[in-house]
Structures are given as structure tokens and as C-alpha cells.
């Protein structure tokens, strides 16, 4: 089994070849405007777990998840030839919210700035 850093490494160079084909390879329009936040292979480098995320939010996940999910054989064939392993883990995306919360949470810490800051004032 590989250690840790060497599953990390893995991990890093899928993102960097992903995030590189969705920019200059792949025409889909459902996969326009997306990006790779985290990638996770496991142990036994059977699956990688690819977490992507859009500008608009959440109101396209469906969409770009089919895209990634009929597009994912082409992704994996082309990956498996630029990332030398013995055997190219199976691809797995999953739709991460995690920006858009974080958006969530600076709005509501910039509103209650604001409170704070009429509390102050008078």
C-alpha cells in the first residue's frame, strides 16, 4: 500500500490534469465554469473521489455531474496516460458545497459587522 504523502501526491497530479483537460480539452458545455476542490484516492488506489464545484452554485450540479459522469471514460483514458500508475483508480465525482457555504457564512458575519457596527455608533 502507498503512504500517505505518496497517495497525496497522486492525488495532487489528478487534480492538476483534471483541472488542466477541463480547461483546454473538453468542450462539454455543462462542464463550463467548474473547479476541482479536493481529490481523495484510497488506499488502495482503486477509487478516486473527485470533488467539483461551479460558479453558479448549486443550481447546476445535476447538470455538470452527468457531464463529468458521460464524459468520465474519455477523462479516465486520458488521465491514466499522463499520471504513471500500474492501475488508474476508478473515478468517482461527487458535488461539493463547501463554497458555497463558506459564501453562507462570510454574508452572515458581514451582516452582523454591520449590526455590530450601528450598536456602536450612537
Given at each position: 500500500m502507498p503512504s500517505g504523502l505518496r497517495l497525496q501526491r497522486i492525488a495532487d497530479r489528478i487534480r492538476?490534469?483534471?483541472?488542466?483537460?477541463?480547461?483546454?480539452?473538453?468542450?462539454?458545455?455543462?462542464?463550463?465554469?467548474?473547479?476541482?476542490?479536493?481529490v481523495k484516492v484510497d488506499k488502495e488506489l482503486a477509487y478516486a473521489d473527485i470533488f467539483v464545484s461551479a460558479v453558479e452554485g448549486t443550481t447546476r450540479s445535476k447538470e455538470v455531474l452527468n457531464?463529468?459522469?458521460?464524459?468520465?471514460?474519455?477523462?479516465?483514458?486520458?488521465?491514466?496516460?499522463?499520471?504513471?500508475?500500474?492501475?488508474?483508480?476508478?473515478?468517482?465525482?461527487?458535488?461539493?458545497p463547501t463554497p458555497e457555504n463558506a459564501d453562507r457564512i462570510e454574508q452572515v458575519l458581514a451582516e452582523l459587522r454591520q449590526k455590530q457596527k450601528s450598536v456602536e455608533k450612537p
Open positions: 492538476r490534469e483534471l483541472s488542466d483537460m477541463l480547461v483546454r480539452e473538453i468542450s462539454d458545455p455543462r462542464l463550463k465554469q467548474i473547479y476541482i476542490t479536493d457531464g463529468l459522469e458521460s464524459a468520465g471514460s474519455f477523462i479516465r483514458r486520458t488521465l491514466a496516460g499522463r499520471v504513471d500508475l500500474r492501475v488508474f483508480p476508478r473515478l468517482r465525482f461527487h458535488w461539493d
